[in-house]
């Protein structure tokens, strides 16, 4: 990651701006910019925390988000690779010989089952040539009279069908439709949808709070999942849908909307999904913390929030 460090820390320099101002514009926190010059990714709770303060930093010194987030994939997909390759360089390990495999050492002498005894079939009672020779009769009638009354039910149609006006032989099934296998103009293939990309980025941290911004949906789905004792207060587009309590190990919850705002006492007790993708940097928050997570385009002022001022507590 050196060289995106590089690029970030010579941008801000050429522009003249120090971390405190970056940091009162993006409102991230001094210590995760400092971290981020410092090539130290270890105060940072998940990556998806990481793409976020970087995008904040590039936005804030003038850069090219974009560019600057397709160079963090490149260079991370760079660090995978080299770890694939260490392990392939240290070869395969060879697996314990199992029970099965010391079974069938041909060293060791297996005993052969037990053959066991079949009687001898039954001998066939034999049947009588006039017994025989009756099936045989009786055989050979079904099928000629089988034959005999399909020639006679046979209808030929050996009628062809006349030549049109135009000189053209018609299709039977088509009347006025001449013959011969026309080729049928293809359909045009219809357009395919732009696809969508479904995506929770966090766009802003303070002390108390983190935002996340949903995009690639309709709609943000909710679903938490209770590992243990957790006391929760929740709010979906300003309402709230459920009183502020202790819920414990075994319980879930599930609501949907366009903004959602939900406080967790303990979020390391909790699986928090949106729209099925478990937000799994949420369990690794030691104390109680506001979550709010709203769709793209979607703005709200957090003074306008019912008891606001309760959640700030």
């Not at 949808?193 to 690639?216: C, R, W």
Request: glycine residues 8%; proline residues 8%.
């Amino acid at each position: 990651m050196q060289e995106l460090v590089e690029l970030l820390k010579k941008a801000r320099l050429e522009k003249g701006i120090t971390l405190e101002e970056i940091s009162n514009e993006t409102k991230v926190q001094m210590r995760f910019l400092e971290a981020i010059e410092n090539n130290d990714f270890s105060p940072f709770a998940g990556e998806i925390y990481i793409k976020g303060v970087i995008k904040h930093y590039a936005n804030a010194v003038g850069l090219n988000t974009e560019e600057v987030m397709a160079l963090y994939r490149r260079l991370k997909e760079e660090e995978a690779g080299d770890g694939r390759a260490e392990e392939a360089a240290a070869g395969p390990t060879q697996p314990p010989r199992t029970a099965q495999a010391r079974r069938r050492d041909p060293g060791v002498k297996r005993e052969e089952p037990a053959k066991r005894y079949s009687p001898p079939p039954a001998a066939k009672a034999r049947q009588g040539p006039s017994y025989t020779a009756g099936i045989v009769v009786l055989a050979l009638a079904l099928i000629i009279g089988t034959i005999w009354f399909t020639l006679k039910n046979l209808n030929y149609d050996r009628t062809e069908p006349e030549p049109g006006d135009n000189g053209a032989i018609e299709d039977p099934q088509d009347p006025g439709k001449p013959g011969g296998d026309e080729p049928l103009p293809e359909p045009e293939p219809e357009p395919e949808p732009e696809p969508s990309f479904f995506d929770v980025e966090l766009v802003e941290s303070t002390d108390t709070e983190d935002i996340y911004q949903v995009s690639g949906v309709e709609e943000i789905q909710l679903k938490v999942v209770f590992d243990s004792l957790c006391w929760v207060r929740l709010t979906v587009d300003g309402e709230q849908p459920v009183d502020p309590r202790n819920f414990r190990r075994g319980e879930e919850i599930s609501f949907s909307g366009k903004e959602i705002l939900i406080r967790l006492g303990n979020p390391r007790a909790v699986q928090l999904y949106i729209n099925d993708e478990l937000v799994d940097e949420i369990q690794q928050v030691k104390r109680a913390r506001n979550f709010l997570f709203r769709l793209e385009g979607e703005s709200g002022e957090d003074e306008n929030r019912p008891g606001y001022q309760d959640w700030q507590d």
